[in-house]
């Protein structure tokens, strides 16, 4: 656990859900998050990959601990979501946004590059946020390297028609 390889600790998001606040797991994805940034920064992308992977299970955990709530008949998902304040939901999207960026960024450092790992969160982003930059540019940069030429031009040309001034 903490290599940034495999689950890392596969059941701890139904521990921490029992005992939760939304709010405490949000926080405490926010604090991996913030721990990752700092380690890409001083260039542990490993550790970097690990924090995020941290962050993002904090997150599963909350959508785990809200659709155990009862809710209807609604999807779990969708029931979990619609259990957070607005202001929860939107920091669970740029959470979730920045953690996937960074992840495909981290992989890009990596001496062998895993690009059907970083097309994988690029694409999670572009869900999310279609028109960013980096996911997209990182999504044509990823095809480019698995062969999918048509498909890398269309996302790059996508990222400079985005490109921020």
Known sequence: AGDGHGPAGGAQPRAAAGSAEPGELIGRALDFKSEGAQCYKDKKFREAIGKYHRALLELKALLLLLSQEPAGQRPAAAAAVAGLSEEQRQAVEAIEVDCYNSLAACLLQAELV????????????????????????????????????????????????????
């Open 114 to 165: 895993n690009y059907e790992r970083v097309k994988e969160y690029c694409l999670k982003v572009l869900q999310k946020e279609g028109e960013n930059f980096k996911a997209l540019y990182r999504s044509g940069v990823a095809f480019y390297h698995l062969g999918d030429y048509n498909k890398a031009l269309y996302y790059l040309k996508e990222a400079r028609s985005r490109q921020p001034t």
